[in-house]
């Protein structure tokens, strides 16, 4: 055989080989896209149907056009759909983190949610009701079973103590008398009735607890709490869902106002009540000064301070030591970069712990050892409690800046420094006139994101100081290191009185506040990338 045959077969064969492989590596990435797409449609069709069952149409839409769209992407062919498959995961949790938690946020801040208005009208109805009730004095225990009719609603079967009459009623029919019943009412078998298991009845043990069958003729309910005993209750109100209103047993009528609560005629409010729509008032209350202004003014005046000051106070440090290890003549300079870079490398809120151990008054190691037993308090006096703060958000701080200041100053040309040292120019001259603009280009965006990192810094102030020492005339909790986020967090978990709707209005300040500082030092880094080149 000639040498050109033998050639020729060999490539045949290696064609015929890499087809091979090829269609083996497709069919392989076949599979494990359908194994990973189908894993998406089972967790997205469960979503739709929790979103269904609780009838939370927003979320239910968006998981059916997502997933269509999904499917859409990776299973048409044309290469013209290829940018999507990498963008749709990203854009996917983009809009499920990001777009979605700011619209939510956004809608809360105009609405009353909080304490006491949590909830719909209809569930606000119920709780008022069941919080009137009072058990009848006197009336009998009744053993009893939870049965569902075939018309799906909840029945009880019940037998009084004591006594031979047994019942069978829902919310509708009321008590009715049964007859030729023994034994215990769970094992009665009622035509046009199914008795439900103790795990059945676990399922629906909120629809139980709601459950009340009258008991004709006394104007009392049946209500059982354990699906095992009931009593009579009274109710002390009763709702009229035709004139919408709220009547106790004297006669006073309560009807729905604009706040979410069921109101007399002589102001006394009913409580719980529920969430609705209260426009602007939140926002109104935040710079109202009985309400909010006073606190928020000073909390937003010290958090702007606090980012500031952490980001200049940073950067700085960071930039000298930076500059004193940036010399190749220094001996043992890659172990002193590894030791100053060791604050960033430990947990945060770790460090934050430590620090607050530290500079306890009464027994922390600095006023212990450093300062030979004196009690100072770094964290109870509103002075020396922010200067702690900062003190210690620079410990955490410096060797960030440190890294990006080290990388930022090798990249400048040294050919620049001896253009500079040839005019005459002194180590100053060059620092303010080459070193800083040429390091501000390169590190501006990362000290805008510093500046919005620290604006919303919750883990050092919470974790060092609790936002304290907290100012004991504001009912709001707030303290001489609270910033803008640890107020919200106080607001909304802390003040007694759990108020989101207001929490959520302070969000949304506090994202305006942060996009628009950081839009216009944005604007200024862009001028000073253009003054550099």
């Given at each position: 055989?000639?040498?050109?045959?033998?050639?020729?077969?060999?490539?045949?064969?290696?064609?015929?080989?890499?087809?091979?492989?090829?269609?083996?590596?497709?069919?392989?990435?076949?599979?494990?896209?359908?194994?990973?797409?189908?894993?998406?449609?089972?967790?997205?069709?469960?979503?739709?149907?929790?979103?269904?069952?609780?009838?939370?149409?927003?979320?239910?839409?968006?998981?059916?056009?997502?997933?269509?769209?999904?499917?859409?992407?990776?299973?048409?062919?044309?290469?013209?759909?290829?940018?999507?498959?990498?963008?749709?995961?990203?854009?996917?949790?983009?809009?499920?983190?990001?777009?979605?938690?700011?619209?939510?946020?956004?809608?809360?801040?105009?609405?009353?949610?909080?304490?006491?208005?949590?909830?719909?009208?209809?569930?606000?109805?119920?709780?008022?009701?069941?919080?009137?009730e009072t058990r009848v004095d006197g009336s009998s225990d009744y053993r009893i079973a939870v049965f569902q009719a075939d018309d799906g609603s909840l029945a009880l079967a019940a037998q009084q103590q004591g006594s031979p009459l047994k019942f069978i009623g829902t919310e509708r029919s009321g008590l009715q008398v049964l007859a030729d019943m023994t034994g215990d009412p769970g094992s009665w078998q009622i035509p046009g009735y199914t008795a439900l298991s103790s795990s059945e009845v676990l399922a629906v043990q909120e629809d139980v607890a709601q459950l009340r069958v009258p008991v004709p003729g006394s104007g009392a309910s049946l209500?059982?709490?354990?699906?095992?005993?009931?009593?009579?209750?009274?109710?002390?109100?009763?709702?009229?869902?035709?004139?919408?209103?709220?009547?106790?047993?004297?006669?006073?009528?309560?009807?729905?106002?604009?706040?979410?609560?069921?109101?007399?005629?002589?102001?006394?409010?009913?409580?719980?009540?529920?969430?609705?729509?209260?426009?602007?008032?939140?926002?109104?209350?935040?710079?109202?000064?009985?309400?909010?202004?006073?606190?928020?003014?000073?909390?937003?005046?010290?958090?702007?301070?606090?980012?500031?000051?952490?980001?200049?106070?940073?950067?700085?440090?960071?930039?000298?030591?930076?500059?004193?290890?940036?010399?190749?003549?220094?001996?043992?300079?890659?172990?002193?970069?590894?030791?100053?870079?060791?604050?960033?490398?430990?947990?945060?809120?770790?460090?934050?712990?430590?620090?607050?151990?530290?500079?306890?008054?009464?027994?922390?190691?600095?006023?212990?050892?450093?300062?030979?037993?004196?009690?100072?308090?770094?964290?109870?006096?509103?002075?020396?409690?922010?200067?702690?703060?900062?003190?210690?958000?620079?410990?955490?701080?410096?060797?960030?800046?440190?890294?990006?200041?080290?990388?930022?100053?090798?990249?400048?040309?040294?050919?620049?420094?001896?253009?500079?040292?040839?005019?005459?120019?002194?180590?100053?001259?060059?620092?303010?006139?080459?070193?800083?603009?040429?390091?501000?280009?390169?590190?501006?965006?990362?000290?805008?994101?510093?500046?919005?990192?620290?604006?919303?810094?919750?883990?050092?102030?919470?974790?060092?100081?609790?936002?304290?020492?907290?100012?004991?005339?504001?009912?709001?909790?707030?303290?001489?290191?609270?910033?803008?986020?640890?107020?919200?967090?106080?607001?909304?978990?802390?003040?007694?009185?759990?108020?989101?709707?207001?929490?959520?209005?302070?969000?949304?300040?506090?994202?305006?506040?942060?996009?628009?500082?950081?839009?216009?030092?944005?604007?200024?880094?862009?001028?000073?990338?253009?003054?550099?080149?």
């Amino acid at each position: 055989m000639s040498s050109r045959k033998v050639n020729e077969t060999e490539a045949r064969d290696g064609r015929t080989a890499h087809s091979r492989l090829g269609r083996s590596g497709s069919t392989r990435g076949f599979v494990i896209k359908l194994v990973l797409m189908a894993a998406v449609n089972a967790f997205g069709l469960y979503g739709i149907l929790a979103s269904w069952a609780v009838a939370n149409w927003g979320i239910l839409a968006f998981l059916v056009i997502a997933l269509i769209l999904a499917n859409l992407v990776y299973f048409l062919p044309g290469k013209r759909l290829v940018p999507f498959k990498y963008l749709a995961p990203g854009l996917t949790f983009l809009i499920v983190f990001q777009v979605f938690v700011i619209l939510f946020t956004a809608g809360t801040a105009f609405t009353n949610y909080g304490d006491g208005h949590n909830s719909s009208k209809e569930a606000a109805v119920r709780a008022i009701v069941a919080n009137s009730e009072t058990r009848v004095d006197g009336s009998s225990d009744y053993r009893i079973a939870v049965f569902q009719a075939d018309d799906g609603s909840l029945a009880l079967a019940a037998q009084q103590q004591g006594s031979p009459l047994k019942f069978i009623g829902t919310e509708r029919s009321g008590l009715q008398v049964l007859a030729d019943m023994t034994g215990d009412p769970g094992s009665w078998q009622i035509p046009g009735y199914t008795a439900l298991s103790s795990s059945e009845v676990l399922a629906v043990q909120e629809d139980v607890a709601q459950l009340r069958v009258p008991v004709p003729g006394s104007g009392a309910s049946l209500r059982t709490n354990d699906g095992y005993w009931a009593y009579e209750y009274m109710p002390g109100l009763t709702y009229k869902s035709s004139q919408d209103a709220m009547t106790a047993e004297n006669g006073t009528e309560y009807r729905p106002d604009d706040g979410g609560n069921f109101v007399s005629a002589d102001g006394q409010r009913l409580t719980p009540g529920w969430q609705v729509n209260v426009g602007f008032s939140n926002f109104a209350a935040i710079f109202d000064p009985k309400i909010l202004g006073g606190p928020f003014v000073a909390v937003t005046l010290w958090t702007f301070a606090f980012a500031i000051l952490s980001v200049l106070l940073t950067f700085f440090a960071g930039l000298f030591l930076a500059l004193l290890f940036n010399k190749p003549s220094m001996k043992g300079r890659g172990i002193y970069r590894a030791l100053l870079f060791l604050p960033y490398a430990f947990p945060v809120f770790l460090s934050v712990l430590v620090w607050a151990g530290l500079l306890n008054r009464d027994f922390g190691f600095i006023n212990e050892v450093l300062f030979g037993g004196a009690q100072i308090p770094w964290l109870t006096d509103p002075v020396l409690a922010k200067v702690s703060v900062l003190l210690v958000n620079l410990w955490l701080g410096f060797p960030y800046m440190f890294l990006i200041c080290m990388g930022a100053l090798q990249s400048i040309p040294s050919d620049l420094y001896e253009s500079a040292r040839l005019d005459g120019a002194g180590p100053w001259n060059s620092f303010r006139r080459i070193t800083l603009p040429l390091l501000l280009v390169a590190v501006g965006p990362l000290l805008i994101a510093s500046f919005a990192m620290n604006f919303n810094n919750f883990n050092v102030i919470y974790l060092l100081t609790n936002g304290g020492p907290r100012d004991l005339d504001s009912a709001t909790g707030v303290g001489a290191t609270d910033i803008l986020i640890t107020f919200v967090y106080k607001i909304a978990f802390e003040s007694g009185a759990s108020q989101y709707g207001l929490a959520s209005a302070i969000s949304i300040l506090i994202f305006i506040m942060v996009a628009v500082v950081s839009l216009l030092t944005f604007r200024r880094s862009k001028a000073l990338e253009d003054i550099s080149s």
